[in-house]
């Protein structure tokens, strides 16, 4: 989606660890890009589905390297497993630079400050805005 030689597109980033060296972490980001007709606010939608269901994937699986996944607050390296996600408004300026704007799976502060720029960008693409619930 092109908007004054800015680009937007979506990502869903996840990683997973243990800590452990001998325990590779792991980490995979997933690109919701505009094809034939797509806006902006379609992959909006395809990127948030995406997010909501590896979400619910990692829950399921409990764990990584037979490790369960614990709190941030209960984490010891070694003994359990952590994991994050995230779902990002990536900007690609004019110059190729890119920038991820994370609005979902980090901070308040953060999703926030990036919920506001998507709303801006929406409203510049004439693109009706997005609320999100409780945990997304």
Do not use: C
């Amino acid at each position: 989606m092109q908007q004054t030689g800015t680009e937007y597109y979506y990502a869903v980033s996840f990683f997973m660890t243990t800590f452990k060296k001998e325990q590779p972490s792991f980490s995979h980001t997933e690109e919701f890009k505009a094809e034939s007709g797509e806006t902006l606010l379609d992959l909006h939608n395809k990127a948030l589905a995406y997010y909501k269901k590896t979400v619910e994937t990692l829950e399921q699986r409990g764990g990584y390297h037979n490790l369960p996944f614990v709190a941030a607050s209960d984490f010891t390296p070694g003994e359990g497993a952590a994991h994050s996600v995230t779902l990002s408004l990536i900007e690609v300026a004019p110059d190729g630079e890119e920038y991820a704007h994370p609005i979902v799976g980090e901070d308040e502060e953060v999703t926030t400050e990036s919920r506001e720029i998507q709303a801006m960008v929406f409203r510049d693409l004439n693109l009706s805005s997005v609320t999100y619930e409780a945990g997304a």
